[in-house]
């Protein structure tokens, strides 16, 4: 069956960086767009980045534009995203997510993962 | 990228039905069909109810129904179970090849 499973979340300091994971199984890798979604404490979901097949077309939401960046390595199954200069309203559960869409254009999520918390705090 | 407007909770009881409201603008519920629905259990992974306004993935109860009208989309569930208390939220594709989601509704199934 279709398994996401994030890791590399924890503890970092204001302006710190981190790097998550998100190794797949259960389908195709190489097949999907993929995508990084967070939730902060009390808060709802919050797009944050989505990356095409190949990782030629990437697209970021503006509150992570600059500091976060999403790759993904398709031979070992997994997807990526190194978050530097963070701050502590980067505090979240960040979910990892099969993006689903047309003609290179992501609509919706079809799998997701159950989360990495990350807590930016000094 | 301004997060689409939802009730912050809404409550029904066993067997009867709901809706959720979720409003955005002319710039993403109102000017596109790619409306998604999410059912989140805390602690859990959220999962896909409805795509593209009104369209069901496989394996999600027809209970499930979506609509919109103008810049306001709409989740409905019937026949209300237990097992459907939960966070719903929804999703909207965007200007900028983006996504906006809302900012959820707590489903209190009395």
């Known amino acids: 069956q279709v398994q996401l499973v994030e890791s590399g979340g924890g503890l970092v300091k204001p302006g710190g960086s981190l790097r998550l994971s998100c190794a797949v199984s259960?389908?195709?890798?190489?097949?999907?767009?993929m995508s990084w979604i967070r939730q902060a404490p009390g808060k709802g979901l919050e797009w944050v980045s989505y990356i095409s097949t190949s990782g030629s077309a990437i697209y970021y939401a503006d509150s992570v534009k600059g500091r976060f960046t999403i790759s993904r390595d398709n031979a070992k199954n997994s997807l990526y995203l190194q978050m530097s200069s963070l701050r502590v309203e980067d505090t979240a559960v960040y979910y990892c997510a099969r993006a689903r869409g047309v003609g290179g254009v992501v609509y919706r999520f079809d799998y997701w993962g159950q989360g990495t918390l990350v807590t930016v705090s000094s | 990228q301004s997060a689409l407007t939802q009730v912050t909770s809404v409550s029904g009881s066993p067997g009867q039905s709901i809706t959720i409201s979720c409003t955005g603008t002319?710039?993403?519920?109102?000017?596109?069909?790619?409306i998604s629905w999410y059912q989140h259990h805390p602690g859990e992974a959220p999962k896909l109810m409805i795509y593209?306004?009104?369209n069901r993935p496989l394996g999600v109860s027809d209970r499930f129904s979506g609509s919109q009208s103008g810049n306001t989309a709409s989740l409905t569930i019937s026949g209300l179970q237990t097992e459907d208390e939960a966070d719903y939220y929804c999703?909207?594709?965007?200007?900028?090849?983006?996504?906006?989601f809302g900012g959820g509704t707590k489903l209190t199934v009395l």
């Open positions: 002319s710039s993403d519920v109102g000017d596109y069909d790619h």
């Open positions: 999703s909207s594709y965007t200007t900028g090849r983006t996504l906006v």
């Open positions: 259960g389908f195709t890798f190489s097949d999907h767009y």
């Open positions: 593209d306004v009104s």
